[in-house]
C-alpha cells in the first residue's frame, strides 16, 4: 500500500509513486458508479411516473422538471459546506450516504403491488441532495490529489480528467441501456415486466454502495484540504448590502460601490470590484436558461414522443431513455474533430471564432433541434394506425410500451368494482347513467364500462429521432462546453467560483422554465398539446414554441455579444488580492495548461457539461 506520507513527498521521476493509479483511480471509480446510480435513476424516471403512478404525460414530464431543476440546486450547497465546513472528503462522504438512503426510499416506495407516492417522492428529492452534495467536488477532489509543480503530476492530471469523463459517460451508457431495459421490459426469473423498475433501480442502488466503499477505502492515501471559505456566500453579502444600502449614495459610478469600505460599506473594495465583472454576466446567464430548458427535452418530450414510435429492432425491443445514446455518441465523435482540425483551420482563415460566437451557433444548432423534432413528429402522426379500444386485437398488440394495458381493460374494471382486482384500471370509468350508477357491484358489467382508446404506436421507427438527438449534441459542444470557458474565463480568479455557480443554477432556471410552459400549453383541457395520448395533442407545436423562445433567445443574445468586451488575463490579474487565495506552488501556465486539457476533453463526457465543473472552486488549482 501507498502510504500518504509517500505521496506528500515531492519525489521526481521514477522515485515517486503514481498519484492517478493509487490514489486518483479511487475518484474515478467512485465517479463511475455515482454517474451510473444517477443516469439509471434519472433516465427511466418520466416512464415510472407514466406507468406505475399512472400520470399524464404533462404531469409526468412537469414531476421531472421539478425535480432536475432540485439536482441543479442543491450542488450549490454541497459545494459551500465543502469549502467552509467540511472539506470534500467528507461532504462527499455524507451526502454520498444521504444520496445511498434516498434510492433505498424510493426502492421500497417501487414494490410492485404497493407502490408508495409518499416513499417515491420523498426518496427522490433526498436522491437530489445527495448527488448535489457529491456533484460539485468529486472532480475537484480528484484534481487536489495533484501537485502541479512536479512534471510527472502535471502531465497525469489531464489524464485524470480523461479517464474522468470517461468514466461518466460509461456509467450513462450502461445506465441508458442496461437499467433502462431491465426498468422497461423487466427480467425473466426476477419477476418479469411487472419487477422491472424495482429490479432496475436496485442495480443504482447497488453500484452507489460500491462506489461509497471504492472511495473509502483509499481514505489513508487521499490529500485532504481544509475548508477554505466559499466566495459565494461573500458575493451575495456584497451584493444584499448595496441592495440595502442603495440609497445612501447615488453619485456613485456602481450600483455595488456603496458595499465598499471605501464608501462606508463591509466589503474590502478588491472584492466589491470582482463582484462587479461577475455581474456583468447576468445577461449572458439570463440567455443560457431558455437554452436548458431545450435541452431537458432530451429526456422529456423527446421520450414521450419515442414511446409512440415504432421502438423494435428486430425482434429487440429498444428501451426508450436509449436514444440520449445518440447524443453521447455525437459529442464523443465531434469535440476530438473539432478540437483537432475545424478550430484550427476556421482560426487559420483569420476568422475571430470567438467563444460567443460558439455559444451563439450552439443556439442555432438548438434551434435547429426542435424544429427537426417538430418534422419528425408531424411525419409519425401521419404513420399512426386507427385507434381502437380494448376489444381490438390490433389495438392491444400496438400498445405505447410506455403504457399499461390494464389500465384500458374494462373487464379488470368490473372486477375492481366487483372487489376481484386490487387496482382500479386508470383510464376506464363507470357510464354516467342511472342503470349503472345503481347496480348492484354483482350485476355490474362492461355494458356499463367505458375506457379511453389505446395509445398507439406510429409505424415509423423510433430511430428517426436520431437527427434531434445529433442536434442537441452539436449545440452543447458549442453551447454548453464554451460556456463553461467563457464564464470561468470572463471572471476574476476569486470569483471563478461564483460564476461557475451561477453557470449551474441556470440550468434549474431552465427546468424550471418548462413547467409553467407545459401548464400553458395545456390550458385548454379539450386541446391540449402535450396529451396522455400525444396522438390527441399537438407536440410539433410545443416544439415550434420551444425553437421560438430560442431564436428569440438568440436574437437577445447576438444584441449582448455584439457589445461584450472581453476581458484579458492581466486585467484581471490586478484583483488577485481577492481574501480566497490562490495556491502558489501552481504557476499560471500550468494551470491554464490544466484548464485548456479539460476543455479539449470535456466531450468525452458526452452527458452533461456540469457534472464534472465544480460550481464552487475556492481554488484555481481546483480544476
Known amino acids: 500500500m501507498v502510504k500518504m506520507e509517500h505521496l506528500e513527498t515531492p519525489l521526481v521521476g521514477g522515485d515517486r509513486p503514481s498519484v492517478l493509479k493509487y490514489t486518483a483511480s479511487y475518484i474515478i471509480g467512485t465517479e463511475f458508479c455515482e454517474r451510473l446510480a444517477y443516469y439509471g435513476f434519472a433516465g427511466s424516471l418520466v416512464l415510472f411516473f407514466q406507468t406505475q403512478l399512472d400520470y399524464s404525460n404533462e404531469e409526468a414530464v412537469n414531476a421531472f422538471y421539478l425535480w432536475n431543476g432540485a439536482v441543479y440546486v442543491t450542488p450549490l450547497l454541497g459545494g459551500y459546506i465543502a469549502d467552509t465546513y467540511l472539506g470534500r472528503y467528507k461532504t462527499i462522504l455524507f451526502f454520498a450516504i444521504i444520496y445511498l438512503f434516498g434510492l433505498a426510499l424510493f426502492l421500497f416506495g417501487s414494490i410492485p403491488g404497493g407502490v408508495n407516492g409518499g416513499l417515491v417522492f420523498t426518496g427522490m428529492y433526498v436522491v437530489a441532495l445527495g448527488a448535489g452534495g457529491i456533484k460539485p467536488n468529486c472532480s475537484t477532489m480528484g484534481a487536489d490529489q495533484f501537485d502541479l509543480k512536479i512534471e510527472q503530476d502535471a502531465k497525469e492530471a489531464k489524464q485524470f480528467f480523461s479517464y474522468f469523463y ?20 423487466g427480467l425473466p426469473g426476477l419477476g418479469g415486466e411487472t419487477w422491472g423498475f424495482f429490479v432496475g433501480y436496485l442495480i443504482p442502488t447497488i453500484f452507489l454502495g460500491i462506489g461509497i466503499a471504492v472511495f473509502m477505502s483509499a481514505t489513508t492515501k487521499y490529500v485532504k484540504h481544509p475548508p477554505q471559505g466559499s466566495m459565494v456566500s461573500k458575493a451575495l453579502g456584497i451584493m444584499f448590502e448595496a441592495v ?26 478588491n472584492d466589491v470590484e470582482s463582484v462587479k465583472y461577475v455581474t456583468r454576466l447576468f445577461p449572458y446567464l439570463a440567455v443560457m436558461i431558455p437554452y436548458w430548458g431545450i435541452y431537458g427535452q432530451t429526456k422529456t418530450a423527446f421520450q414521450i414522443q419515442g414511446c409512440q414510435m415504432n421502438s423494435k429492432l428486430g425482434s429487440f425491443q429498444l428501451p426508450i431513455s436509449a436514444m440520449n445514446i445518440f447524443n453521447n455518441v455525437t459529442i464523443l465523435m465531434l469535440v476530438p474533430l473539432f478540437e483537432q482540425y475545424m478550430y484550427p483551420y ?20 438548438a434551434t435547429a433541434a426542435m424544429i427537426m423534432a417538430a418534422l419528425i413528429e408531424i411525419y409519425r402522426i401521419q ?49 354516467a347513467s342511472d342503470a349503472c350508477s345503481n347496480l348492484d357491484p354483482s350485476q355490474f358489467t362492461t355494458a356499463c364500462v367505458d375506457c379511453d382508446y389505446i395509445p398507439q404506436m406510429s409505424t415509423i421507427s423510433i430511430f428517426w429521432q436520431i437527427p434531434q438527438f445529433v442536434l442537441i449534441g452539436i449545440s452543447e459542444i458549442f453551447a454548453s462546453i464554451t460556456s463553461l470557458e467563457f464564464f470561468y474565463s470572463q471572471a476574476p480568479h476569486s470569483m471563478r467560483s461564483v460564476s461557475q455557480a451561477l453557470n449551474l443554477f441556470t440550468n434549474a432556471l431552465g427546468s424550471w422554465l418548462t413547467i409553467p410552459l407545459t401548464l400553458l400549453v395545456n390550458a385548454d383541457a379539450n386541446d391540449p398539446w402535450i396529451a396522455s395520448d400525444v396522438n390527441d395533442g399537438h407536440l410539433d407545436y410545443y416544439f415550434y414554441l420551444l425553437a421560438g423562445l430560442m431564436c428569440l ?71
Not at 166 to 185: D, K, M
Not at 244 to 269: C, E, F, I, M
Request: proline share 3%; glycine share 6%; charged share 20%.
Open 383 to 431: 404513420n399512426v394506425p386507427a385507434e381502437g379500444k380494448y376489444d381490438d386485437a390490433d389495438a392491444r398488440d400496438n400498445i405505447s410500451p410506455c403504457r399499461n394495458i390494464d389500465d384500458y381493460d374494462p373487464y379488470k374494471y368490473v372486477g375492481w368494482i366487483q372487489g376481484t382486482e386490487d387496482d382500479q384500471p386508470a383510464n376506464c370509468w363507470t357510464i
Open 244 to 269: 440595502v444600502r442603495r440609497g445612501q449614495n447615488t453619485n456613485l459610478a456602481h450600483w455595488l460601490d456603496v458595499a465598499s469600505k471605501v464608501h462606508g460599506g463591509s466589503y474590502d473594495p
Open 346 to 365: 476556421i482560426l487559420s482563415t483569420g476568422w475571430n471564432f470567438s467563444m460567443l460566437v460558439k455559444i451563439g451557433l450552439g443556439f442555432i444548432f
Open 553 to 623: 433567445g438568440l436574437a437577445i443574445f447576438v444584441h449582448l455579444a455584439y457589445k461584450f468586451v472581453y476581458v484579458s488575463a492581466d486585467e484581471l490579474d490586478t484583483l488577485n488580492g481577492s481574501s480566497v487565495k490562490v495556491q502558489d506552488a501552481n504557476s499560471d501556465d500550468e494551470r491554464d495548461d490544466l484548464i485548456s486539457s479539460i476543455r479539449a476533453n470535456s466531450g468525452a463526457r458526452a452527458i452533461s457539461s456540469t457534472d464534472v465543473y465544480s460550481p464552487v472552486m475556492n481554488r484555481e488549482s481546483d480544476m
Open 166 to 185: 470517461w468514466s461518466i459517460n460509461l456509467g450513462a451508457l450502461l445506465a441508458y441501456t442496461i437499467v433502462a431495459y431491465i426498468c422497461q421490459y
